[in-house]
Every structure is written in structure tokens, then in C-alpha cells.
């Protein structure tokens, strides 16, 4: 599993970018199976660790599940994969988030591989660089002898966007105006380039694994912790900006040779707490879970095809369900209806007007809501 840092759907090629940041991503799609329509129930990378780990939505109200440790320990999938050997990569510190705790506390003899067991030198506060942590990883995965989970976390595409000194062939774009920039969801060239270098990292690892002991056998699974924020996407539906889903949107690819076909699905409205459920199932492996998680291979009804949405703001927070063409809020106790894909009436509350399909989506946003309040706790 590689946690892709702030891989925001409107800035890939999948969407229509023009800017050509991905290649090496976008290679992968040709031959992977992508979830299109894949979203974070949530913003901010603890609480996207936190949900995939689990296959629950962190609906903490301050900070993230993780920090606290009343709800330390969950019933995780990747604790029953009896015989294998579990890795976590990370490029700096694991105390991060109280991270550590998430994944020593519910992995049984879980291998926390972070900043100071590197050969790579530091770059930033977010430790060593994308490119590095992809080699080191590939070096301890190339040695194992018993099957492997590894969570290989990048961080490199984050402020303050550091471009490391050992780059490989790597190189700066510099030519595009602020104003093209802007078009395709980007505030900065500083920004473009590190999404590009987190693109590059990815691709030299690729050819790691063409060479690896691992390769035949492998399920490759790549999402990000969440999406971004931006002023503008042209790519995009206006509404799709208008309404932040830039914030929670970022695809699901995975990459199995031989095994599973490549194919862009749109139809499965996919979620952080369906990812886990999905590998397992792709493992062939016996699990069950107590959690809100389904794979994204079993068939699920039309009616039911959303994605949950949470955010501690505005307070007390906000619920959401995101399906192919409604978004419904619930603010304040206020409720939202907008078809966030009609370029022309993407403001309209149809809450009044679709009354049925409004109640509907409050019913479910805050099942899923109070079920998860249980599981959290219990």
C-alpha cells in the first residue's frame, strides 16, 4: 500500500489536467484498475491513515483519532494476516500523530521502519525524500523471505515542497505562467514541481519492482490521504470546486499484473474504509471485520452508492454523503441537495425540491455517523 501525499483527483491527466504532472502515474493507469470515483471521508493525513487503517471514518472533533488514545485500539484487518511479515515506511518520524501508537498498537509485530533507520540523509522537517524512501523500502521488501504487508507513506508533496539536492535526472519546469498554473488547480510552480517529483519518485520505483522478487506476486495498491483545496480547477465542474470536493477526492489504483484487469471504473462510488476490505478480498485471504468497510468488488446497490463525508467544521461538524451526481450536506442542522456536476445549477438547494432523496441521504449520513461513534469506542 503506498499512501500517495495530497493526490488531489483534479490535478491528474485521469481528469483532464493539462499540465502533464503524473506520467508515471498515469503509465499505471493503463495497466491498473482505477476507482474514479474513490474519496477521504475527511481532510489532513492523520485522519486518512486512521480510516484506511481501520475502515472507519475518523470523525474526531479535534485533531485526529490517533492522538487519542481513548480509541487506541480497533479491530484491524491487517492484524489477521497470520505468517506474513507487516512494515510500515515512513520517511520521518513515526511519533508523528501518535502514528506509531495506531499501528504497533493494533498490528502484532508490525516493523516501524522511519527517520534515523534510513542510510538517506534528512531534507525537511517531513524527514528523507520520496525518492530515497522508495529505495530503501525496495530494498528491505527485495530481502524478504515469508509474505509482506508494507505501508509506504510519502510526504514530499507537502508544504514546504522540497526538492531534494540527490534528484536523479530530475528536472525543474519553469515556463508556465501563474495564470495557467492557477487553471489546473495549482497555486505555484514550487507546488507543480513537487507533485511532478513525487510523479518521478514513483516512476523510479516502478522500475524497482520490475526488477524485484516480489514483483509476480504483489497487489500494488496507490491512494492519497486526501485531496486539496483550490480556487480553481477548469478541468473540473464548477460546483465540484464550489463545494471543496477537491479537498476529498483522489482515485484508487491498483496494480496487479496478470491478475487483475486493467480498467478506469465509474460507477463504484469508493471510499478510504472500503480499501482494506478490497485488498483482502484481492488476497484471497478468510477476514471479517467489524467496521463500515466493503469491498469495492461485491456488488452494491444503486440506492446505496455513496461515499461519507465528515468535518469537525463549521461546528458542531459536518456530515456529507458524495454519490455520482448529488452531494448532500447537513450543517448546522441545515440540509444541502446540489447536483455538483450540473455546470449551470450547481448552487440550487434541491433539499425542498428532491425532499424524498434529501431525507434519504440525512438518514444514512447519520446512521453511518452514530454507528461509527459505536464502533470507535467499542
Known amino acids: 500500500m503506498i499512501l500517495l501525499e495530497s493526490l488531489a483527483a483534479n490535478k491528474l491527466r485521469l481528469y483532464e489536467n493539462e ?56 479491530d484491524i484487518i491487517i492484524d489477521q494476516l497470520s505468517g506474513y511479515e507487516k512494515f510500515y515506511f515512513l520517511g520521518g518520524s513515526a511519533n508523528w500523530a501518535n502514528i506509531r501508537s495506531l499501528f504497533t498498537n493494533n498490528i502484532k509485530n508490525v516493523k516501524v521502519i522511519e ?20 529505495k530503501e523500502a525496495h530494498q528491505v521488501l527485495n530481502k524478504a523471505n515469508k509474505p509482506f504487508f508494507a505501508f509506504i507513506q510519502t510526504a514530499g508533496f507537502h508544504r514546504p515542497y522540497t526538492i531534494p539536492k540527490n534528484k536523479g535526472d530530475f528536472k525543474l519546469v519553469k515556463n508556465i505562467s501563474q495564470e495557467k498554473l492557477e487553471q489546473q488547480g495549482f497555486l505555484s510552480i514550487k507546488e507543480y514541481n513537487s507533485l511532478r517529483f513525487l510523479d518521478y519518485s514513483l516512476g523510479q520505483y516502478i ?94 446497490s444503486k440506492e446505496n452508492n455513496f461515499a461519507f463525508l465528515f468535518s469537525p467544521y463549521p461546528r458542531p461538524y459536518k456530515l456529507g454523503l458524495i454519490g455520482k451526481e448529488h452531494l448532500f450536506l447537513l450543517k448546522k442542522n441545515k440540509t444541502h441537495l446540489y447536483k455538483y456536476n450540473d455546470y449551470d445549477k450547481y448552487q440550487i438547494n434541491y433539499n425542498k425540491e428532491e425532499s424524498e432523496l434529501t431525507k434519504k441521504m440525512h438518514d444514512l449520513a447519520k446512521m453511518i455517523h452514530q454507528t461509527t461513534l459505536f464502533i470507535r469506542s467499542n
Do not use: C
Request: net charge positive; charged share 20%.
Open 207 to 300: 522500475k524497482l519492482i520490475e526488477k524485484s522478487n516480489y514483483k509476480n506476486n504483489t497487489i500494488f495498491v496507490m491512494l492519497g490521504d486526501h485531496g486539496l483545496n483550490t480556487k480553481k480547477s477548469i478541468n473540473m465542474p464548477p460546483g465540484y470546486v464550489k463545494h471543496k470536493i477537491t479537498v476529498n477526492h483522489t482515485p484508487l489504483l491498483i496494480h496487479y499484473p496478470g491478475k487483475l484487469k486493467s480498467e478506469i471504473n465509474e460507477d463504484v462510488i469508493g471510499s478510504q474504509v472500503d480499501v482494506l476490505p478490497t485488498i483482502a478480498d484481492l488476497a484471497g485471504l478468510n477476514w471479517r471485520a467489524s467496521s463500515i468497510g466493503r469491498s469495492l468488488f461485491k456488488q452494491r
Open 115 to 134: 527517520e534515523g533507520d534510513f542510510n538517506s540523509p534528512r531534507i525537511d522537517v517531513w524527514g528523507i525524500s520520496d525518492l530515497d524512501l522508495f
Open 19 to 74: 499540465l502533464n504532472a503524473t506520467p508515471e502515474y498515469d503509465k499505471l493507469v493503463k495497466s491498473s484498475f482505477v476507482f474514479k470515483n474513490f474519496f477521504t471521508p475527511t481532510y489532513a493525513t492523520a485522519r486518512g491513515v486512521w480510516t484506511t487503517l481501520t475502515s472507519i471514518p475518523d470523525i474526531a472533533l479535534r485533531k485526529s483519532s490517533s492522538r487519542n488514545p481513548i480509541y487506541a485500539t480497533q
